[in-house]
């Protein structure tokens, strides 16, 4: 094998380009995309965030995770509060209507992850899982 697909790190750069182009087609009807649905998995899985916190974990940059949130907060997904801790602070957190989003979406979520994985049966999808949580590590929030 010789090119660009010798290059493992080439070859998740296009797979990670194609499961974005998937799941944002998917999500094209709503209005949002693939970096809204990360910041409302993220509030899902937490009991808020702080924007910094936000854009730390998910690797975005602090001026984008404002116009997500606010994008979020039009649609009653997602709403700032005074932070518990720091009344000089607000967290985001997760809205009932952002829960039902995401539930509505857990089905084409996994007609994007099926539609990308074809090719691979049962077992080799989970190998596949289990190498990239390890790869992954903590680096991916």
Do not use: C, W
Not at 15 to 25: D, E, I, M, Y
Not at 59 to 73: C, F, K, N, R, T
Not at 116 to 134: C, F, I, K, M, V
Request: hydrophobic share 40%; charged share 25%.
């Amino acid at each position: 094998m010789r090119g660009l697909h010798a290059d493992t790190g080439y070859l998740l750069y296009r797979l990670g380009l194609r499961s974005g182009q998937l799941f944002n087609t998917f999500l094209q009807g709503s209005g949002l995309r693939l970096r809204h649905y990360a910041v409302l998995r993220f509030l899902a899985a937490s009991e808020g965030a702080l924007q910094r916190e936000l854009s730390a974990r998910l690797g975005y940059d602090p001026s984008a995770i404002v116009g997500l949130v606010d994008d979020l907060e039009k649609l009653g997904f997602a709403e700032r509060r005074p932070s518990p801790d720091d009344r000089r602070s607000r967290i985001v957190v997760l809205t009932e209507a952002g829960r039902a989003f995401l539930r509505d979406t857990d089905t084409a979520g996994l007609q994007v992850t099926n539609e990308l994985l074809a090719p691979l049966g049962p077992a080799d999808r989970e190998t596949l899982h289990g190498l990239l949580l390890r790869l992954a590590g903590e680096g991916l929030g």
